[in-house]
């Protein structure tokens, strides 16, 4: 991935919860990811504003800093757990503007700690808990208010195909 470079009037806040005061511009709008808010009608998207559904309440995390350059996230929090992050990437497809969703991994205790390979840096779950947490996942990237104003979702031109595909091991489950 290449190197994201922003441009904003104001310093863009943590993501969890806040949002930037003035819409951000991505140099490089395919690797933005969600740095590419935009504003409609005088005011500006709030992608980060939590889902609550039955199940338990997800929403997106942001963009972080990581080895390999930006890291798109999100978190889920379930009733019985504390708040769990995951990383998501764009799928583009043969045509190179339209795509689908991967969700690579999940589990992750800090939205710092996403992408970390050292055993135990996820949490395990029960299988029960693997279907509400893809639920979540699922009623997130279908929630067209939630998406409109990130990149890759807001590229004109680009179409979202609507596939969501849960990557092998994208979550950690236990077996006994």
Known sequence: MSALSLAAAEPLNDAEGAVAEY?????????????????????????????TCPEGTVAFAGTVRADDGGVDEFWV??????????????????????FDIEIVTFGYGSKYNVGNTFPGARNVFKAH??????????????????????????IKGSIFLGGIFFLPGWIEINSS
């Open 23 to 51: 819409p951000v511009q991505a140099t490089d709008e395919r690797n933005a990811g969600l740095a590419g808010m935009t504003a409609r009608g005088g005011d500006l998207m709030r992608p980060f504003e939590p889902l």
């Open 77 to 98: 929090e379930l009733a019985d757990r504390p708040r769990m992050y995951g990383e998501w990437r764009t799928k583009w497809a043969p045509n190179e503007n339209d």
């Open 129 to 154: 808990e693997e279907v509400k947490i893809s639920n979540l996942v699922k009623d997130l990237f279908m929630d067209r208010e939630r998406r409109s104003g990130l990149v890759p979702f807001s």
